[in-house]
């Protein structure tokens, strides 16, 4: 397993149908996860791994009622991010609790979208695009960029 990113991100979901729902896992006695397939993708397979109470908690909801009407406004809060490539080829995404407000990164996940970017301070910093030939579908990491006065400048490498 590759570390491809690892921080704390602002999550944008976009579009309908974005999230399968794998369902409710627990990796040890105490740590309940959802696990979630992020659609428009066949090979590599995306995998999520939520570990946020709230989330874990909207889909124990979701699950019980199949009223999904709050499910994206709890999904999309900031989260520790890590981005994994497995040995298989499909990528993993864990998402676990942060204190911190995601301004720095942001984990965008539009599938099915035209023509929509929801973000404007960003540069990419990771693009693996998605396979649905018909609708733009792809997961993107983007980097806040620096502000200098009225101005934005792109990060220097």
């Given at each position: 397993?590759?570390?491809?990113?690892?921080?704390?991100?602002a999550?944008?979901?976009?579009?309908?149908?974005?999230?399968?729902?794998?369902?409710?896992?627990?990796?040890?006695?105490?740590?309940e996860y959802?696990g979630?397939?992020?659609?428009?993708?066949?090979?590599?397979?995306?995998?999520?791994?939520?570990?946020?109470?709230?989330?874990?908690?909207?889909?124990?909801?979701?699950?019980?009622?199949?009223?999904?009407?709050?499910f994206s406004?709890?999904?999309?809060?900031?989260?520790?991010?890590?981005?994994?490539?497995?040995?298989?080829?499909?990528l993993?995404?864990?998402?676990?609790?942060?204190?911190?407000d995601?301004?720095?990164?942001?984990l965008?996940?539009?599938?099915?979208?035209?023509?929509?970017l929801?973000?404007y301070?960003?540069?990419?910093?990771?693009?693996?695009?998605?396979?649905d030939?018909e609708?733009?579908?792809?997961?993107?990491?983007?980097?806040?960029?620096?502000?200098?006065?009225?101005?934005?400048?792109?990060?220097?490498?």
């Amino acid at each position: 397993m590759k570390s491809l990113f690892s921080g704390d991100a602002a999550v944008y979901l976009q579009g309908d149908n974005a999230l399968t729902i794998s369902g409710l896992f627990n990796k040890y006695q105490d740590d309940e996860y959802a696990g979630f397939l992020l659609g428009g993708f066949k090979d590599p397979l995306v995998s999520i791994s939520d570990h946020r109470k709230a989330s874990v908690e909207a889909l124990h909801y979701v699950m019980e009622t199949e009223d999904v009407t709050q499910f994206s406004d709890v999904f999309c809060t900031p989260a520790h991010v890590e981005l994994y490539l497995e040995e298989d080829g499909n990528l993993s995404i864990e998402l676990s609790e942060t204190n911190d407000d995601g301004s720095k990164f942001a984990l965008w996940m539009p599938i099915g979208m035209e023509n929509s970017l929801p973000v404007y301070d960003y540069v990419f910093d990771h693009i693996i695009p998605g396979e649905d030939d018909e609708h733009f579908s792809g997961l993107f990491i983007f980097r806040r960029q620096k502000k200098h006065g009225n101005k934005i400048r792109p990060r220097r490498k």
